[in-house]
């Protein structure tokens, strides 16, 4: 309960002092990508039950000739690069922690697909709410493999609480200024779950 109300306060808090970098990011991604603004997907919550996710546009709509979408790394933008690295791509997900479909702090909330190829230990990432950040996130985001990430995840749940949430959120405001760890070598991102055994 406390902190569910921390994390109720402390967003309607931060939109309301980063209204203006919000408004001001909205505009930017309307100019330089288009619409829409948002990028919306359902991702697995607490307990696996699944909600709309909100972040800025990073990418753009660029299909090949036969229709098919374009792999991310030729439609990311130089525009959405900056955007990831400050990490201004996932403001709107404050509005996600105020609806309580996410928390500030957690196992960050990643694809549905993924969901039939956790193991029963990983699996327990989702016995607390999603973060908009988390442990994994501080200790090398999208450079790890994923079995660390989930071993990370999986101690958060084990050992949450305020003062490690203090901590967590410490070190994401320097990790944003360091703008570290934000893709593999090699990918926009992060490659994909494909399971354990594969």
Known sequence: MFKRSFDFCIALTLLIILLPVIAATAVMVRWKLGSPIFFRQIRPGRHGKLFGI???RTMLDSVDADGNVLPDDL???RFGVVLRKLSLDELPQLINVLRGDMSLVGPRP???EYLPLYSEEQARRHDVRPGITGWA?????????WEER???DVWYVDHCSFWLDMKILW???VRVFQAKDINQPGVATMEKFTGNNK
Request: proline share 0%; hydrophobic share 40%; glycine share 4%.
């Open 54 to 56: 909100y972040k800025f």
């Open 75 to 77: 439609r990311l933008t």
């Open 110 to 112: 990643l694809l549905e």
């Open 137 to 145: 996130q501080v200790s090398g985001r999208n450079t790890i493999s």
């Open 150 to 152: 989930f071993r990370l």
């Open 171 to 173: 070190l994401t405001v």
